[in-house]
């Protein structure tokens, strides 16, 4: 890759983030409304899920950033249960699994 390209890959995840960042404060935390049962759960094929590398099982990411033991249950942008799907502040109005893992994982305060 070169370093056009990986400014250009930058500046585009930038103005995602920024993009996801307005839409949940804009919408006041909707989600965190909704049942998780009844949210449709982020897709592969999802541009903030390929923006932030989100995998539905954190053991199978291949990312460097990934530690091991990070997952979306122990981050602090996910608001569901600890198995399962539950609703997460960077996906608005869709369910992740808990076991899953992204490059935006922030560990919940103890």
Excluded: I
Excluded at 14 to 32: I, S
């Amino acid at each position: 890759m070169s370093h056009d390209e990986s400014n250009e890959s930058r500046r585009r995840f930038l103005k995602l983030a920024a993009g996801t960042t307005a839409a949940v404060v804009a919408m006041g935390g909707l989600p965190r409304l909704a049942r998780a049962a009844d949210l449709p759960h982020v897709d592969d094929s999802d541009p903030t899920a390929k923006a932030l590398g989100y995998v539905e099982d954190a053991g199978k990411s291949s990312n460097p950033k990934h530690k091991a033991g990070d997952t979306c249950a122990n981050c602090q942008f996910y608001s569901g249960g600890p198995t399962g799907y539950g609703p997460c502040a960077l996906f608005p109005g869709k369910a992740v699994n808990a076991k899953g893992w992204c490059v935006s994982h922030s560990p919940k305060a103890k």
